[in-house]
């Protein structure tokens, strides 16, 4: 993310998150049968694939932005990594997308098989949840507050969220798409899961409505604004075509705009998500590199 203290900012905080994930991992090789490690070992490859964190990042960012202690929400955060590695593991399964590489490297069915990779990303989902009672241990937070991040995580996250826009990812005739309904797929399939990981601070502390609206509007907005920049990513190669059983071209932007159009769009999208967190003054500037991050990123 842009200047010198901006990435230090965010190297400080992915070494933070992953030594969080290392430290969890740990805690399942003492707690669990030796002979679970091959479960676990699957898990690592995937957690430690070389992913920009780009959600417990925001977290965090969110966190600080509140005058939370970024490293209350840790197991917050965590949670959101492995919901964000479950989903990338099962949907480069040959029944989803087919993908035989994930970040350069052979996808976790590749290296483990696919009975391995659909139990370790099962392990992930439901240890995501694990993750979140562990809110709990720092003392700091109220049993109601955990719940309600335990509800947020499940509405972005499940039928209603991410699961729900992967259902029509993987189902929908292409042929025909129209601006409105690869939209309703990219707020559900990626978009959920990024809002969700902006709001989850909003739940551990009192806040005004209004407060956590111009969160809710930062969130929408990156969350669209991040699949965009994937899609002009992908644009600059080639045609997005699913491997998998439907053999088609996947929904995304380039079927409905021309390149200038999205990055036109993807431009006041951030605009949109940065202004409506400038009232929050110095404090709200991780996420404000955060949202210029997805503006100008090239990988
Ligand atoms: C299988 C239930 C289920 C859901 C899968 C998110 C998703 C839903 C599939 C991934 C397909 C995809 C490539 C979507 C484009 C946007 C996206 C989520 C890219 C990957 O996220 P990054 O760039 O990944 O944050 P890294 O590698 O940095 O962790």
């Known amino acids: 993310m842009g200047d010198k203290v901006s990435r230090a900012y965010s190297e400080a905080r992915i070494k933070l998150i992953n030594d969080y994930l290392e430290s969890n991992l740990i805690r399942f090789e003492k707690s669990c049968s030796q002979r679970f490690e091959p479960l676990i ?28 202690n970024p490293v209350d929400v840790l197991p917050a955060a965590c949670a959101l990594e492995y919901i964000h ?47 979140v009672l562990l809110l709990g241990e720092s003392q700091k937070f109220q049993p109601a507050q955990i719940l309600g991040v335990m509800d947020l995580l499940v509405h972005h996250s499940g039928v209603r969220g991410m699961v729900g826009g992967q259902l029509l990812d993987v189902t929908i005739d292409t042929s025909d798409s129209s601006l409105p309904e690869i939209e309703f797929i990219h707020i559900h399939k990626t978009g959920a899961l990024i809002l969700a990981s902006v709001l989850i601070p909003t739940k551990l502390m009192p806040l005004e ?17 991040f699949q965009i920049s994937d899609d002009l990513l992908d644009s600059e190669t080639s045609i997005r075509y699913s491997r998998g059983p439907r053999k088609k071209p996947k929904p995304c932007y380039t079927q409905v705009m021309s390149p200038s159009e999205m990055k036109q769009k993807l431009n006041l ?10 009232s929050l003054g110095d404090k ?5 590199d955060i949202a210029e991050f997805i503006r100008t990123r090239k990988a």
Do not use: C
């Open 85 to 131: 590695t479950y989903s990338l593991i099962h949907d480069d399964l040959p029944a989803l997308d087919d993908d035989d590489t994930r970040r350069g490297k052979p996808s976790n069915h590749k290296r483990f098989g696919e009975a391995v990779a659909i139990l370790t990303g099962d392990a992930l989902l439901t240890e995501a949840f694990g993750q």
């Open 209 to 225: 409505e209004e407060k956590v609206q111009s969160f809710r509007r930062y969130g929408e907005a990156i969350g669209l604004a």
């Open 41 to 68: 070992e699957a898990m690592r490859y995937s957690l430690e694939g070389g992913g920009k964190r780009l959600r417990p990042i925001l977290t965090l960012s969110a966190a600080e932005a509140l005058g939370l």
């Open 284 to 288: 709200s500037q991780n996420l404000i």
């Open 269 to 278: 999208l951030i605009d949109h998500a940065i202004s409506s967190i400038r």
